[in-house]
């Protein structure tokens, strides 16, 4: 087995997740069978009860494990499906320390960081190593080298590298090369310090990732090589790419692949990457669209990064570039001018009553003016509950988990939630079966009649609505398998709009985009254009 664990120095936010990404495509378009686990140096067991405004989207896999965004980086760059093992937490390492300890399995000896916790680090990587004939393993250590937080982690894999054959094991460091003053100074002063803090810990890194606005400058390279021991070919200049997809090519015209598999001793095939014209639609769109992304987290654009990079593979596809119009639903109460100049609405997923009148009030504006519309979970419940209201004419319709006295409860607790007292992995939660309706908006988007996508919430439509919904032009053309959970809903009078309680955009990929996305932006395209036709 093969191990590169990516850390990262200087400051945070410096794009460890898309490099370590960017390797893992590299790495697998060169043949080589490849897996990635993130450590994540906080307390929580998961990343399911944080909060998306400090730490961004939480990703669903397909086992149901909530788990940090960086592993939704890893299955679209790398293309396969992870497990929730493959992100581990200093919450899980100590809970399951902790319970060995009571179930008496450490004899009675004091149970301490090194060796305990260090070891339980060790056997976490390994159980994820050894499901898979993999070549390479990476591993990416979240935070910034010198936080206490991830001391154990550093340590646990200081150890991995002089328990594991030698040669096995590759260090890669990510520090930032900021350039400073009128003649863009590139300064290396950072990546010395930060490498020092890491070989304190005893760690020499053998590559570095150097994030900076412009390429590195030869000299500068040579700075950086002279300072920390590393070797002037294993300084990758990682300058800023307009978007994430950009980043392999930019790693592998600096032989960082080479590099790697040379230290490896593997042998591998020539770079065949079949990003081909996905990466050319990319850069060169041939139209553009405008779609409001309606949320109340958007401040934080990575709470929804899985919308964005779901449009990505949208426009990778079919030349279609989303400029998304980020819009606090909250702003939307009063007035909902600002949807005046967009081709298409995505009211995304969400908790808590919070920003909702102005999703309602999305969704009624998309309605009555036609205008595409695409609802994911909280986005479809909001949809339907704005159909219940000036459809229906349910003037109190809502969801009883935002008004639990409701006359009109037309989303409702799902029924095992009753009880359910824990917020921590309790939701009904990844990959489930759902049957699409045939001669539907749903089956002409499909074309099949099953497909499986990844879930997270609590609450349903209300299943005693259901008829009074269908007379007036609301169908539910998707349910799940015993055919009791409304799991995708079309508009008779508005084929532009479609929901699902399910989110698609976790398993859209590359070159396998979220259909429903994808239609939504189709649908825009051909708004905008009529519009244009109408105007001139
Ligand atoms: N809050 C809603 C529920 O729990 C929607 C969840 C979501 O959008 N992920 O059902």
Same mark, same amino acid.
């Given at each position: 087995?093969? =191990?590169?664990?990516?850390?990262?120095?200087?400051?945070?936010?410096?794009?460890?997740?898309?490099?370590?990404?960017?390797?893992?495509?590299?790495?697998?378009?060169?043949?080589?069978?490849?897996?990635?686990?993130?450590?994540?140096? =906080?307390?929580?067991?998961?990343?399911?009860?944080?909060?998306?405004? #400090?730490?961004?989207?939480?990703?669903?896999?397909?086992?149901?494990?909530?788990?940090?965004?960086?592993?939704?980086?890893?299955?679209?760059?790398?293309?396969?499906?992870?497990?929730?093992?493959?992100?581990?937490?200093?919450?899980?390492?100590?809970?399951?320390?902790?319970?060995?300890?009571?179930?008496?399995?450490?004899?009675?000896?004091?149970?301490?960081?090194?060796?305990?916790?260090?070891?339980?680090?060790?056997?976490?990587?390994?159980?994820?190593?050894?499901?898979?004939?993999?070549?390479?393993?990476?591993?990416?250590?979240?935070?910034?080298?010198?936080?206490?937080?991830?001391?154990?982690?550093?340590?646990?894999?200081?150890?991995?590298?002089?328990?594991?054959?030698?040669?096995?094991?590759?260090?890669?460091?990510?520090?930032?090369?900021?350039?400073?003053?009128?003649?863009?100074?590139?300064?290396?002063?950072?990546?010395?310090?930060?490498?020092?803090?890491?070989?304190?810990?005893?760690?020499?890194?053998?590559?570095?990732?150097?994030?900076?606005?412009?390429?590195?400058?030869?000299?500068?390279? /040579?700075?950086?090589?002279?300072?920390?021991?590393?070797?002037?070919?294993?300084?990758?200049?990682?300058?800023?790419?307009?978007?994430?997809?950009?980043?392999?090519?930019?790693?592998? /015209?600096?032989?960082?692949?080479?590099?790697?598999?040379?230290?490896?001793?593997?042998?591998?095939?020539?770079?065949?990457?079949?990003?081909?014209?996905? /990466?050319?639609?990319?850069?060169?769109?041939?139209?553009?669209?405008?779609?409001?992304?309606?949320?109340?987290?958007?401040?934080?654009?990575?709470? =929804?990064?899985?919308?964005?990079?779901?449009?990505?593979?949208?426009?990778?596809?079919?030349?279609?570039?989303?400029?998304?119009?980020?819009?606090?639903?909250?702003?939307?109460?009063?007035?909902?001018?600002?949807?005046?100049?967009?081709?298409?609405?995505?009211?995304?997923?969400?908790?808590?009553?919070?920003?909702?009148?102005?999703?309602?009030?999305?969704?009624?504006?998309?309605?009555?003016?036609?205008?595409?519309?695409?609802?994911?979970?909280?986005?479809?419940?909001?949809?339907?509950?704005?159909?219940?209201?000036?459809?229906?004419?349910?003037?109190?319709?809502?969801?009883?988990?935002?008004?639990?006295?409701?006359?009109?409860?037309?989303?409702?607790?799902?029924?095992?939630?009753?009880?359910?007292?824990?917020?921590?992995?309790?939701?009904?939660?990844?990959?489930?079966?759902?049957?699409? /309706?045939?001669?539907?908006?749903?089956?002409?988007?499909? #074309?099949?009649?099953?497909?499986?996508?990844?879930?997270?919430?609590?609450?349903?439509?209300?299943?005693? =609505?259901?008829?009074?919904?269908?007379?007036?032009?609301?169908?539910?053309?998707?349910?799940?398998?015993?055919?009791?959970?409304?799991?995708?809903?079309?508009?008779?009078?508005?084929?532009?709009?479609?929901?699902?309680?399910?989110?698609?955009?976790?398993?859209?990929?590359?070159?396998?985009?979220?259909?429903?996305? #994808?239609?939504?932006?189709?649908?825009?395209?051909?708004?905008? #254009?009529?519009?244009?036709?109408?105007?001139?």
């Amino acid at each position: 087995m093969h =191990y590169v664990v990516i850390t990262g120095g200087v400051i945070s936010g410096l794009g460890k997740g898309t490099i370590t990404s960017s390797l893992g495509h590299l790495l697998k378009s060169h043949g080589l069978s490849v897996t990635a686990l993130k450590i994540d140096p =906080y307390l929580n067991y998961d990343a399911g009860t944080m909060n998306p405004y #400090q730490h961004g989207e939480v990703f669903v896999l397909d086992d149901g494990s909530e788990v940090d965004l960086d592993l939704g980086n890893y299955e679209r760059f790398i293309g396969s499906d992870l497990a929730g093992d493959n992100n581990i937490t200093t919450g899980k390492v100590y809970k399951e320390v902790i319970e060995k300890e009571r179930r008496g399995e450490y004899l009675g000896s004091t149970v301490q960081i090194i060796p305990h916790i260090t070891n339980e680090i060790k056997r976490r990587i390994r159980m994820v190593t050894s499901k898979g004939a993999y070549d390479v393993v990476l591993i990416e250590v979240g935070g910034t080298v010198g936080d206490i937080e991830s001391m154990p982690f550093l340590e646990a894999l200081r150890q991995l590298n002089r328990e594991e054959p030698p040669g096995s094991v590759i260090f890669g460091h990510v520090t930032l090369v900021p350039e400073i003053g009128a003649m863009n100074e590139q300064k290396t002063k950072p990546t010395q310090h930060s490498v020092k803090a890491l070989r304190e810990i005893g760690i020499q890194p053998d590559i570095l990732f150097c994030r900076s606005k412009d390429p590195l400058s030869l000299e500068t390279r /040579k700075r950086i090589a002279l300072f920390t021991d590393v070797p002037l070919d294993g300084i990758a200049s990682v300058s800023d790419a307009p978007n994430a997809y950009l980043v392999p090519d930019l790693m592998e /015209k600096q032989g960082i692949v080479d590099f790697i598999i040379g230290r490896f001793k593997l042998g591998c095939k020539e770079y065949n990457d079949d990003w081909g014209n996905y /990466k050319e639609n990319l850069k060169n769109p041939r139209e553009r669209v405008k779609i409001a992304l309606v949320g109340k987290y958007t401040e934080l654009q990575d709470a =929804y990064m899985s919308h964005k990079e779901a449009f990505l593979h949208v426009t990778g596809n079919t030349g279609i570039a989303v400029d998304i119009k980020w819009i606090n639903s909250d702003d939307l109460k009063a007035s909902t001018d600002r949807l005046d100049d967009v081709h298409g609405i995505l009211v995304p997923g969400g908790f808590g009553y919070r920003g909702i009148e102005g999703k309602i009030a999305a969704a009624r504006y998309a309605r009555e003016h036609n205008i595409p519309f695409l609802g994911i979970c909280l986005g479809f419940q909001v949809a339907v509950i704005e159909f219940a209201r000036n459809v229906l004419g349910f003037q109190d319709a809502n969801s009883t988990e935002f008004d639990s006295k409701t006359q009109h409860p037309v989303i409702d607790l799902l029924p095992e939630q009753n009880g359910v007292k824990d917020m921590g992995g309790t939701m009904r939660l990844g990959s489930k079966k759902v049957l699409v /309706k045939p001669d539907t908006l749903a089956f002409s988007i499909y #074309q099949k009649g099953e497909i499986y996508e990844r879930h997270r919430h609590r609450y349903e439509v209300n299943p005693s =609505y259901i008829d009074q919904f269908a007379k007036a032009g609301l169908i539910f053309s998707g349910t799940d398998d015993e055919g009791i959970r409304m799991e995708i809903a079309e508009f008779r009078d508005n084929e532009n709009m479609i929901a699902s309680q399910y989110h698609s955009e976790f398993k859209s990929r590359p070159l396998n985009p979220s259909k429903i996305h #994808q239609h939504l932006v189709l649908r825009a395209l051909q708004h905008m #254009q009529e519009a244009m036709e109408a105007a001139a």
